[in-house]
Every structure is written in C-alpha cells, then in structure tokens.
C-alpha cells in the first residue's frame, strides 16, 4: 500500500502530525488536514516526502465539502481530530461542553467520513481509523477492577470527552457493518496516554506521541483479510467495549 494516498484530520500536531509522518515515511502520499493553513503547512514542511497540505476544519460544513472536492482518490482516512473541554463530572458539566465536544469528537467524523466515502470508494483497499480513547471503553469503565475508576474524586470525570468516545466506537462498528461488503476496513484506535495539547499531565516516559501513531500506521495498513469493527490498543492488543 506505499502507493496510496491517505488522509490524517487534525494532522499539524501531536499524534496526528505523527501519523502522517509516519505514512508519508512509508511512501504514502498524505494529506495533512489542518483547520489553520499556516500551522498546516508548517507541518507539511517538517513531514516532507508525500506530504500535503488539505485545509480542514472537520466542524464547519462548506471546508469539508471544499477539501472532499480537492481528493479524488483515497485509500485511507484517519479521523484523528477531537478535543477535550473539560474534566468534569456528568452532574458538574453543563449541556455546551457536551455539545462542543460531540461536535468535533463525533459529529465531524460523520461529516467527514461520509464526505469523503466517494473517494475512499474508489479505492481497493479502504481503510478508515479511527483515533478513540480507552477511557471511552465501557467495559474498564465500570466493575470493581475498572482501569478508570481508581478513586472517589476521579469516578465519572471527562464525562463529555469519554463519553464521545464511547459514541465513536459505537460509530466505528456501524461503519464497519454497513461497508463490509465494500471491502473497508474500519476500526478504533485507544492511544493511551500521550504528551499532546489534549493531555499534558501525561509523563515523558510513557507519553510519546509517535508509539500511539505506529499503532494508527498499524491498522491504516492492514490486509484485506485484516479485522474489521474493532477496537485495539496503542500496541496492537484487543480493548474491550
């Protein structure tokens, strides 16, 4: 698949910026979405090789639809960009965090996705990943050896951020069900905890950016015989719904 083009949403910065240099290192033409050109193409700079810029704000409508008309062709479609607003508790948060953050985390993977779908139809090996959050797993979300209810004061934090992703994994399987027969391959990626804007409390020696993005690189390839409507981990290993 060197020979492919790909696409990587939120791609000037952190584990986005890594997949696409990742990609692009591969021999893969990529196009690095960015909603501000110049921190876009500042990016495209450092990657080199095959990389290009595609200005994308993945929650404003008319630049979806413009950017959808500069691919013609696409093989693979990262949907990494999302946000997180707030930590708060579902009793502290008010309805705007939650509506902000479903607007980038799950309502612009649909925009996209769905934008983009002629082109990746067009592929024969289409692959769509997409960049979820273990804390979105409900099933170490909940239980007496849940990973992320470790105390009283963290129990139910980031309820809008985790439960988009939740929402996204749901959206995951969909997608993965309804293009089956068209050969994508479609799956959800838990990062872990990386030194990224949206994570900053995350520690240096298990915080890097590029390990998350081998394991985007790692699902963006797979074969044609390759899992699809999963959920998996930074290195490869299953995680849970």
Not at 17 to 39: C, E, F, M, P
Not at 163 to 177: E, I, P, R
Not at 186 to 196: D, F, K
Request: no cysteine; charged share 20%; aromatic share 6%.
């Amino acid at each position: 698949m060197n020979n492919s083009t790909a696409l990587v949403t939120g791609a000037n910065k952190g584990i986005g910026k890594q997949i696409a240099r990742q990609l692009a290192d591969a021999g893969l033409t990529v196009y690095v979405g960015s909603r501000d050109a110049g921190r876009g193409q500042q990016a495209v700079d450092e990657i080199g090789g095959g990389a290009r810029l595609l200005v994308l704000d993945v929650t404003e409508p008319k630049s979806i639809a413009d950017a959808a008309q500069q691919v013609d062709d696409l093989d693979i479609l990262v949907n990494n960009a999302g946000i997180m607003v707030d930590g708060s508790t579902a009793p502290e948060a008010d309805v705007e965090s939650f509506r902000r953050t479903y607007e980038t985390n799950v309502f612009a993977v649909l925009a996209v996705t769905n934008a983009f779908l002629p082109a990746l139809r067009r592929s024969a090996h289409p692959r769509i990943v997409n960049i979820s959050s273990g804390t979105g797993s409900l099933a170490w979300s909940t239980g007496p050896n849940a990973q992320f209810r470790s105390s009283a004061s963290a129990a139910g934090s980031g309820a809008a951020y985790r439960s988009s992703k939740t929402a996204l994994n749901a959206l995951t399987v969909f997608y993965a069900q309804a293009l089956a027969a068209g050969g994508f391959r479609v799956n959800a990626l838990a990062p872990g905890l990386r030194a990224t804007d949206l994570n900053e409390r995350a520690a240096a020696s298990d915080g890097d950016p590029a390990e998350a993005a081998e394991g985007a690189v790692r699902l963006a390839m797979f074969p044609d015989d390759g899992p699809t409507g999963e959920f998996f981990s930074w290195d490869g290993s299953p995680v849970p719904w």
